[in-house]
């Protein structure tokens, strides 16, 4: 059963000028008259450091594009019917498949974090309590401490694979 909503239609404004996005606009011709100005000081300056200028004017221009994507992507214009979607408003064909994804992720994202609980409850933290710092570490001195699954080396070379750090809550 499915509902239908009647939507009026929407009046377009039009923009004069510039558009929607006028400070983009103004922050980018700004960018480019201080960039144009500082390659010209770098350029006819006759100053010492005048690649300095040369180069940050480059700069100051490059940076400008930044803002000419703003402004044009902020006056990119959408119909509203291809809006609805966006809003939570499913189409009925693809809801089906939107729901097999949506269980199959939740499927995995579920057994990926179990199988990190298995592995933490698997860290033996020695004392019932745990250590105070909630920090246990095995047969191990503090300054050859690595992670976890790490292969350690004893004083004679020999390989301590008990010695961990582990984290118990």
């Given amino acids: 059963m499915s509902t239908s909503v009647e939507m009026e239609p929407v009046p377009e404004r039009k923009y004069e000028g510039v558009g929607r996005c006028k400070c983009s606009f103004w922050f980018a011709v700004s960018h480019i008259i201080l960039g144009v ?13 005048h690649d300095f200028f040369i180069y940050a004017g480059a700069i100051v221009l490059f940076l400008s594009l930044i803002w000419w994507v703003f402004w044009y992507s902020g006056n990119i214009d959408v119909p509203p019917e291809e809006l609805e979607d966006d809003v939570g408003k499913i189409k009925q064909k693809n809801r089906s498949l ?72």
């Fill in 98 to 169: 939107n729901q097999a994804v949506r269980r199959a992720s939740g499927h995995l994202s579920n057994r990926i974090r179990a199988s990190f609980r298995k592995k933490a409850r698997a860290v033996d933290c020695g004392s019932p309590g745990g250590s105070p710092a909630g920090l246990a570490v095995r047969g191990v001195s503090i300054g050859a401490l690595a992670p976890v699954g790490w292969p350690q080396l004893g004083h004679g070379g020999e390989r301590r694979p008990g010695a961990s750090l582990a984290f118990c809550s």
């Fill in 37 to 49: 100005l500082i390659v010209m000081v770098g350029v006819f300056g006759g100053l010492a450091v």
